[in-house]
């Protein structure tokens, strides 16, 4: 069965400091990994995937993600931290054989402070 | 417009009554999905369509839930007899095309439903 594991209810860094925000995962075929964000009253916006190909995937905001098969982790990164950066981050699993289920993790939620 | 929209955003409910939720998906997307989102939870799975057909049923609930897409664009889903487990942000998100485990989901802004 699929899973996905946010280990971190909350992460707090302040603005300008790299942050991490970690997921690992659980699929039994290949996976397709995603990261979403959720600002208030919004609904949950794509950041980037990881599909197949380099280990390391760009996306939206300067957030970027790498993955890494042997950990089974897919954490999400950014270099330098925005007070705007501060939203529910969620990780999600889709197995790579095409199935309709996509899993989430129960989210984690950064707070960038100025 | 050109998101996924969602109506009620807001809906209270007394305990045993019917409710029904509105999806409309971008235009010309295939795939439609509706989740539900527990307080503090990330989103779990509830359905699936491609056009009309709805091809995976595995996360609805119960026989009190039912979801319907009859002319493969706008999306209902229906609860029957409300209870209290039921509060939650109900989310729809819709896809371009059917390579299902590639494409990214469109979220919609949620219906919050809360039953008294």
């Known amino acids: 069965a699929q899973s996905v594991a946010q280990p971190e209810d909350q992460v707090n860094v302040a603005e300008g400091n790299p942050l991490t925000v970690k997921c690992t995962y659980s699929?039994?075929?290949?996976?397709?990994l995603f990261w979403y964000v959720q600002y208030p009253n919004r609904g949950l916006q794509f950041l980037l995937k990881y599909i197949t190909g380099d280990n390391l995937v760009k996306g939206s905001y300067g957030f970027e993600a790498e993955f890494n098969k042997s950990q089974t982790s897919f954490h999400l990164k950014k270099p330098s931290a925005l007070v705007s950066d501060s939203a529910l981050y969620f990780c999600a699993v889709r197995e790579g054989t095409g199935g309709f289920k996509t899993i989430f993790g129960a989210g984690t939620r950064l707070f960038v402070k100025a | 417009g050109a998101g996924v929209s969602q109506s009620p955003r807001y809906k209270v409910a007394k305990r045993g009554q019917d409710v029904a939720l509105r999806c409309d998906p971008i235009s010309g997307h295939v795939s439609l999905f509706w989740y539900q989102q527990a307080l503090g939870q990330g989103p779990e799975f509830l359905t699936y369509?491609?056009?009309?057909?709805?091809?995976?049923k595995s996360g609805l609930p119960s026989d009190r839930f039912f979801a319907e897409r009859p002319e493969g664009s706008v999306s209902t889903l229906k609860i029957q007899r409300t209870q209290q487990e039921d509060s939650a942000v109900y989310l729809c998100?819709?896809?371009?095309?059917?390579?299902?485990?590639?494409?990214?989901?469109?979220f919609g802004a949620g219906t919050r439903l809360s039953v008294l």
């Open positions: 998100a819709s896809s371009p095309n059917p390579n299902l485990a590639k494409n990214i989901q469109y």
């Open positions: 699929v039994s075929g290949n996976p397709y």
């Open positions: 369509f491609q056009n009309e057909a709805q091809l995976d």
